[in-house]
């Protein structure tokens, strides 16, 4: 007996849809096994994780506001990686569209600007977070380099800019040398949906950058561009379809997106610049967009499955003591498994026998 | 002297290998059906069939890389389990695959040694390969890097690999695929020579002439199936045709009467560099195609028919414009799809992943050329009403056969899709259509449609230029031949006048010095 895998003759639907519930199902039970190692009671870790976040109102809010940014960057990517151009970096690309935009906030501060602060914010946001993107696509285009690491290093780069900006020149002089910018103005913050909630108009942003991209992937002839570049590169340019093109194209878009999502967390949620305004949520994005199939209704679920996590990881560290890396443990664990499933999109298992003698036995 | 008897001279009373009930299942899918196969020492067999009839999965099992699900090998009567060629080899049967296995980086010797299974060293291995290729009149350079020798050298290099073995059984899987009509002649006369030798040959082809001429015996599979073992030498080729095809080929008709108009591709003394090392450089090309005309272009492979395609296509853009003329507009700078939109059309070589997308829908392939020019796309979206009407347009028009309306590109056949991709271009209305080995892999039914189609296109009043490797077909559709060889294309030949001589003597490059030489002269 021999289990192989064997090729289909068309991706399987079925399987596309099934494969990350499966993922989701061996990571829980991986998960299951690490709690016990931990010496904690499994049963009750899952519940924490995964059941209590969804039983009070604060959580729910709470879980969308984490989703916006995972959704909003992860939608980006998608394009990214449908075009086979690797975007590690929006993590950098989040926290550069935070720098650029506060700026702007940071120079009205007590002045008597008006509306347009918050609107010039979101754009000059964006517009960073592309022309930082850029810097990766371009030096892949016009010099070959990996796009991989470049993009994942400038992480670095833009983390080490923000730690100065509030450590030296924007700093809050009322602020007790924390490390951080004053809280904005109310015209340089994202107003929320509901009075005394945590939901933001961000929120609405993402589910529009949803639709944008559902609408872009499946009925323009961009993204069926998008599309070919990554599926069949060598017929995409006999469709006369230029690859470089679209390498600039979609790291501009997925740099804006994760921009636009940095300066919403900082004039949203969070209210002034300040370090560690991301637990992650450019790699997480990533795990976001594969859990989603790179399909934009699938990553607005993923992202906010992913979400749960970092609230039921802070449930479960709050009361039982879990380390809070074990969220990323998590996560980690659970693109494992999505890449693995992604395989049985294509392929299929099968039980042979393996010495063709006993085939002969039946004759 | 006409040979009677249906089996060749036989010199023991056992066959060397027998297939006995042979099967081989994928799934559901039987890729042989209880096969019998008597293959005798001395003899040339051969093994007749078209794409998908079982020939490769049959000789694969013979040669140890396939386990059969049922039935069993004899060699010499005795039952013989293969787990892999090693053991094959061991046991005395060799066999040259199609598709060459060769580092281009290497040389000659190295890539022996790398197939050898043997301990000698590698001197005593480089003296005894000279020995074995001079003496089979192959001549090769042991110290040669493979990517600097033709086509038919590299082939001889597989032979003489598998002549080192000392086999007593050689298999052959369309050998002559790749060479001219010279180069096929010295090919039968070693496989004559390996037969008088006592040796067994099981000869894989689907050229019809070539197999009456050779083989003593020759088996027919369809449908993964044996049809018959006849004597080829006393079978027609339209009867061994029938038999393989199972029913009777349509005759392609060339239209009554074609107008010749206006030049509609003209090409004016192209040259481009490769944009690879071990591609071929493109040298003075020039040639004139009017409408309602087919000009074929022979050549073995890789003479710079690939980069004769990008150029025309616009995959590789020339730096004059003038060069590339079509429909009277200098268009060698212009993108595939401003060529498109000019009124040219291409149909590449390879059909997945060049000329489909293989993992998208079809509907998707024809919006693939279908974007620039028509109604697929208005303001940047998709009409997905006209990419599926296309799709419908060319399923019944050039009878693609599929299991739903629109599925992916990969579930096709190869016959089925080349008729979805020739349809596609067709069905746009090109002024000049520029196709690149239209029936390669193509059952016989699917090519003649597709042979038909190119003709109709042209009695419509189009130019179609067509590369192809198969000599049969460029006769039998083509107004004119020019052959390509090391980047230069020769003088084109009407038809009536292009022996399979003469243009085997240019396939090989025997006129073109003569040229070259008149060309130095001149300037």
Redesign the interface.
Known sequence: MQLIL?KR???SKTVALVSPLIAIGLTIVTMTILFMVLGKNPISALYVYFIVPLTDGYSLQEIAVKATPLVMIAIGLSLCYLANAWNIGAEGQFLMGAVAGSWIAVKTQGTEAGHWVLPAMLLLGAVAGALYALIPAICKVRFGASEILTSLMLVYVADLLLDYLVRGPWRDPQGFNFPTTAEFDPVATVPTLIEGGRLHLGSILALIVVAAGAVLLG????G?EI??VG??P???????FNANQLILLTFAISGALAGLAGIIEVAGPVGHLQPGISPGYGFTAIIVAFLGRLNPIGILIAGLFLALTFIGGEQAQITMKIPLDVTKVFQGILLFYVLACDSLILYRF?IVSSS??V??G?? | MRDTTSAAPRTSATPLLQTV?LTKRY?SFLANDKIDLDVWSQQIHALLGENGAGKSTLVKTIYGLV??????LRWEGQTM?LSGPSQARARGIGMVFQHFSLFDNLTVAENVALGLDGKESFREMSARLEQVSRSYGLPLDPKREVWRLSVGERQRIEIVRALMQNPRFLILDEPTAVLTPQEADQLFVVLERLKSEGRAILYISHKLEEVKRLCDTATILRGGKKVSTCNPKAETAASLARMMVGTEIKEVKPAASRKITVPRLVINDLNLEPDDAHGVRLKGISLELRGGEILGIAGVAGNGQDELFAAL???RLASDPGTIVIEGIAAGHL???RR?KLGAA?V?E?RL????????RLS?NA???G??AGNM?QH???NTAATLNAVDRATETFDVRKAKRD??A??LSGGNLQKFIVGREILRNPAVLVVSQPTWGVDAGAAAVIRQALLDLAAGGAAVLVTSQDLDELIEISDRIAVMFHGHLSASLPTAEASREKLGLLMGGSSLETKEQAHAADT
């Open positions: 064997e003759a068309e991706r009925k323009t002839i961009k069926f599309r070919v599926a069949a060598r017929a995409a340019r006999f469709g006369g099968r063709p003698q085939a002969r039946a004759h | 009930g799934g386990q059969p699900s049922e039935g069993e389990v296509s616009g995959e993108s595939i799809s498109r291409f590449p390879e992943g060049h000329g489909t997308a293989p993992r998208m998707e919006l693939l050329t974007h620039a796309v940047g979206f998709v599925p992916e990969a579930s």
